[in-house]
């Protein structure tokens, strides 16, 4: 296999969570809600679907699992922000403390046990093929699912009908409650879907990226993937690259320990977040330069969507 089309490969692999679960939390924020409880929810699911897989013997079942402690824990959100009006930040931040807390309790039995990894898809002819054989036709399935998320999600919220409503909802919920939309309906159906998109990205991990389970796995891609939404201006193909951005960064950090460049390991690892980092506040301050322009109105409160 080609170099390049090994680093190629890497960097999908490291990006495919991110992508789902940035994808899954777009989708919330679009409804008008802020979940920061993403990095639990992807412990949890990364912990129940590695139990239940490792005991059933199916992956199938695994995936399953991750998605459903997902959903479960983003319906506790859900109960405690939209039912009980609670702060949405600091119920979000507390929902990762217990999600991570829970994911070590689930997967106390699991340390050190590894399983084989979801293998991936090949087609006969295809996958052979030189230089991008690979790459295109030999991913995990994961890659491909993710790819069909992210093109669901943009034709959800920029073509269809309850896309428009959700979109709307997230604008001006007070407006769209006088026009008859059904809000908490919708912010509902929102939340579990970033809760689900969560688990499987947690799946993800645990299944696929490192078929093992260790705590801790996540290692902050939750709130990686929360950046990457506005890093990405809550458009989905902006997600897409935001994602492959730092899976690129991902990788070039382990290629830069690998030749010795003689630079502290703890800050190669820390280069990832970094970067986002970096990016992010580049990207305010051009937004900022904007508003700031004359015959601007100034900052709005909603981001531009």
């Not at 409804?31 to 912990?47: D, F, H, P, Q, Y």
């Not at 790819?147 to 001006?172: D, K, P, Q």
Request: net charge positive; with cysteine; proline share 4%.
């Amino acid at each position: 296999m080609d170099i390049w089309q090994a680093i190629f490969i890497t960097v999908i692999t490291a990006a495919t969570p991110l992508l789902i679960a940035a994808l899954g939390e777009l989708v919330v924020e679009r409804a008008g809600v802020l979940n920061l409880g993403i990095e639990g929810m992807m412990a949890v699911g990364a912990a129940c679907g590695f139990a239940a897989a490792t005991l059933s013997g199916s992956s199938a079942l695994g995936v399953l699992a991750a998605v459903a402690a997902g959903v479960a824990l983003s319906a506790v959100f859900a109960l405690l922000t939209l039912g009980l009006a609670t702060n949405q930040v600091a119920t979000g931040l507390a929902l990762t403390i217990v999600g991570l807390g829970l994911s070590g309790l689930i997967g106390a039995g699991f340390v050190g046990t590894s399983r084989e990894a979801i293998p991936a898809i090949r087609i006969p002819g295809l996958t052979e093929l030189p230089g991008v054989g690979r790459l295109l036709f030999g991913e995990d399935p994961f890659v491909y699912l993710s790819l069909a998320l992210a093109i669901a999600v943009l034709w959800f919220l920029g073509r269809s009908r309850a896309g428009l409503t959700l979109r709307s909802i997230g604008e001006n919920h007070t407006s769209a409650h006088w026009l008859g939309l059904p809000v908490m309906q919708v912010r509902l159906l929102a939340i579990l879907f970033g809760g689900g998109c969560a688990g499987l990205a947690g799946a993800y991990l645990s299944l696929v990226y490192t078929p093992f389970w260790s705590p801790g796995m996540t290692a902050g891609r939750g709130w990686i993937a929360l950046a990457l939404v506005v890093f990405a201006s809550w458009k989905p193909l902006r997600v897409l690259f935001g994602a492959y951005l730092f899976g690129g960064a991902t990788v070039l950090q382990l290629h830069a320990q690998a030749a010795s460049l003689g630079f502290p390991s703890q800050v190669m690892s820390a280069f990832p977040y970094v970067a986002t980092i970096v990016a992010l506040v580049i990207m305010s301050a051009g937004r900022r330069k904007a508003a700031a322009a004359p015959g601007s109105l100034g900052t709005s409160f909603v981001p531009d969507r």
